[in-house]
């Protein structure tokens, strides 16, 4: 059976076209928060001055660029299935208004049906 273009792990967390559930959406921040913590977790850990404490910084420099891509693209498909526009999610950079807009992303109910960003997350075979 082919799958459809719009599923898989590279669409969901790579790639800005459809929709995104809620669940979905804090399914995959949950993943980043988990993937940052393993070098954020080696940097704490180390001994000052030593070279793990340089390859924790590589890694969170080389895990932070992919995580937050990965997590505006979602935060967009997540916007596209409130029927929100995608553009909101320049809020998330502002320090004050970040949280906000985080819970708003969250919390906001998904448009019933299809929109102009494709069928609903919850319709069967999405």
């Known amino acids: 059976m ?10 969901l967390l790579f790639s800005v076209s459809g929709r995104l559930s809620r669940r979905a959406y804090a399914w995959s921040l ?24 340089t390859m924790a910084g590589f890694g969170i420099i080389l895990s932070f660029v992919p995580a937050a891509w990965s997590m505006a693209v979602t935060s967009i498909k997540r916007l596209h299935d409130a029927g929100l526009p995608g553009i ?31 069928p609903a997350p919850d319709h069967p075979g999405y």
């Open 2 to 11: 082919a799958r459809r273009p719009g599923s898989g792990m590279r669409w």
């Open 30 to 53: 949950l993943f980043w928060m988990v993937v940052l913590a393993v070098p954020v977790s080696a940097a704490v850990n180390a001994a000052p001055d030593s070279s793990a404490l």
């Open 88 to 118: 909101l999610v320049a809020v998330l950079v502002i320090p004050g208004a970040s949280f906000f807009m985080l819970l708003v992303i969250m919390l906001w109910p998904s448009t019933k049906g299809p929109n102009n960003h494709g």
